[in-house]
Structure formats: C-alpha cells, structure tokens
C-alpha cells in the first residue's frame, strides 16, 4: 500500500513561489505514474500536471503551463510541484496521487493547502 504525505503548501502574496513534494512510503514511485491536482473552494477537482512512470510529463493543464514545474527524485521518493508566478486563482488544495494508468490514479495524498493572496 502506497502511501503520499505532501508538504510545502501555504500563504504566499501575488507572483510568488512555492514548492510543493510528496513523498512517499510503502512503494517505489518510480513504478508509478504520478500527478497533482488541485481543488479550489466550491469546485471539482482538476488535473495540474503529471510525470509518466518512465520519465517525461503530460501537457500541463492550461492554467498553470509556463509557470509550474513536475519533477521527480528517485532516490527521495519524492515528486515535487514548483508554482511560480502564483495567482489568487490558484488558491486550492493540491493534491498527488499514484497510479498504475494515467487515466486512474490509485492512491491520494491528504492534501496541502495553498492560499495566494491579492
């Protein structure tokens, strides 16, 4: 059983940076692929970004393209989220998530909140 704890989030002013990881534990997330999403008050959640299990991302979702950033350390078992040139619209609970196939993630993590301010 895979299991993601992601940190990094928090309050930060307009154009800002911030990045975020998920580390896991009980899996190797080189086996997988992973992916952010995020959920913003009122709203469904959305897709971000994803890096395939043997390298290389998908497209970004448009809102974020150019600004953020999907990496991976395999000696960490990490998976991080650089945001920068942040936007009050990115307000949200981000989210990783593991999985087999790119279209069903089979493990979450609890989430990190991200707060950008005006």
């Known amino acids: 059983q895979v299991q993601l704890v992601e940190s990094g989030g928090g309050l930060v002013q307009t154009g800002g940076s911030l990045r975020l990881s998920c580390a896991a534990s009980g899996g190797t997330l080189s086996n997988y692929h992973m992916g952010w999403f995020r959920q913003a008050p009122g709203k469904e959640r959305e897709f971000v970004a994803a890096?395939?299990?043997?390298?290389?991302?998908?497209p970004y979702a448009d809102s974020v393209k150019g600004r953020f950033t999907i990496s991976r350390d395999s000696a960490k078992n990490t998976v991080y989220l650089q945001m920068n040139s942040l936007k009050p619209e990115d307000t949200a609970v981000y989210y990783c998530?593991?999985?087999?196939?790119?279209?069903?993630?089979?493990?979450w993590g609890q989430g990190t909140q991200v707060t950008v301010s005006s």
């Open positions: 890096i395939l299990r043997r390298g290389g991302t998908t």
């Open positions: 998530a593991a999985g087999v196939t790119t279209t069903d993630m089979n493990y």
